[in-house]
Nanobody, 125 residues
Framework: QVQLVESGGGLVQAGGSLRLSCAAS????????MGWFRQAPGKARLFVAAINRSGGTTYYADSVKGRFTISRDNAKNTVYLQMNSLKPEDTAVYYC??????????????????WGQGTQVTVSS
């Protein structure tokens, strides 16, 4: 089992920045690709960003490209999501996820195996 705990959410004005963190435990962190998803009220959970096991390859949803950056520190068992130029439409609960296969994050065949509990991000206009 992999346990994931997100932190760093909060309330920020439009144009501001936040950095989310997701601390992993339970298994070898570097064995897992990591990703972020978000779910706005009344909407489906959507892919935001993903990073492969080494951190050398990243993937982004079109809606966040150029504004968000995913990174990981395998020594600290943590993945980050730096969010800049935030917009009110970025308001959502953000979830961290882990899976042995990077492809899970870039295809729609199944959901990642492990999820965090989520952290709320609210962007005011």
């Amino acid at each position: 089992q992999v346990q994931l705990v997100e932190s760093g959410g909060g309330l920020v004005q439009a144009g501001g920045s936040l950095r989310l963190s997701c601390a992993a435990s339970g298994r070898t962190f570097s064995d897992y690709a990591m990703g972020w998803f978000r779910q706005a009220p009344g909407k489906a959970r959507l892919f935001v960003a993903a990073i492969n096991r080494s951190g050398g390859t990243t993937y982004y949803a079109d809606s966040v490209k150029g504004r968000f950056t995913i990174s990981r520190d395998n020594a600290k068992n943590t993945v980050y999501l730096q969010m800049n130029s935030l917009k009110p439409e970025d308001t959502a609960v953000y979830y961290c996820a882990a899976d042995l296969q990077t492809s899970v994050f870039v295809t729609n065949r199944r959901e990642p195996d492990y999820w965090g509990q989520g952290t709320q991000v609210t962007v005011s206009s």
